[in-house]
């Protein structure tokens, strides 16, 4: 993911956001000129000192665990399509599982910044587990047997995930470049869910779905 480009989508947001931090402004600014010229090594150590640099304060506690949660669940979301795609479940050719692709790499984009922020926050990102459970514990056995099951997970997973973004987006308050950040992920969560919503209806699954998320449970699994 370039780091840069967040940063230059951040500044359309917020167009004046350079010469209110003024006069830190230049320590935002030597960010953009050095970018081109870092290892990728050396990326999260940079991107933390211009957050450093900026804001003339370490990162607060609370916003790491934020980002930690954030990638605990970008964990989660990348290795469930990992292993649905890597399995013997039948993903039809074509659109499909084009589309599914580019959501998982989507995830692993989101697991690689959130990472990248962490560390250049002086914390160390939280691991991936070991394994993972599906099923949840046998109640969806086939999901990576059945492709409707998959789907309803999947619908499950990306909801739980827009929610979770919004509901702890408030803790990021005062911290507008994480904020913006965090919310960036967000709207991708939501079209991710929106277009899981979408290949359900087109496979005749939960015709009473809407295209967005509702405040109750229309994935069609029961609980």
Known sequence: MKIVNILEDIEKVDGDIYERLSPRRKAMKEFFNIGSKLAAAAMPLAIGSMFNKAYGQSVPA??????????????????????????????????????????????????????????????????????YDFTAMGNFSTVFSSYATFLAVAQVLEDTGVRAYKGRAGELKGQKV??????????????????????????????????????????????
Do not use: C
Not at 72 to 80: A, G, K, S
Not at 184 to 197: L, M, T
């Open 62 to 131: 609370g916003v790491v665990a934020v980002l930690q949660y954030a990638l605990t669940l970008e964990h989660l979301e990348y290795n469930f399509y990992k292993a649905g795609l890597a399995s013997a479940l039948p993903v039809p050719a074509g659109a499909e599982r084009t589309a599914l692709e580019a959501i998982r790499d989507s995830e692993l984009k989101h697991v690689n910044f959130l990472k990248t922020v962490i560390t250049g926050a002086g914390a160390m990102p939280v691991n991936e587990k070991a394994s």
């Open 178 to 223: 994480y904020l913006t950040a965090a919310l960036g992920i967000h709207a991708v969560e939501a079209r991710h869910a929106a277009k899981i919503r979408f290949i359900r209806r087109m496979n005749g699954q939960a015709a009473t779905n809407k295209p967005w998320i509702s405040g109750g449970n229309d994935t069609g699994i029961a609980g």
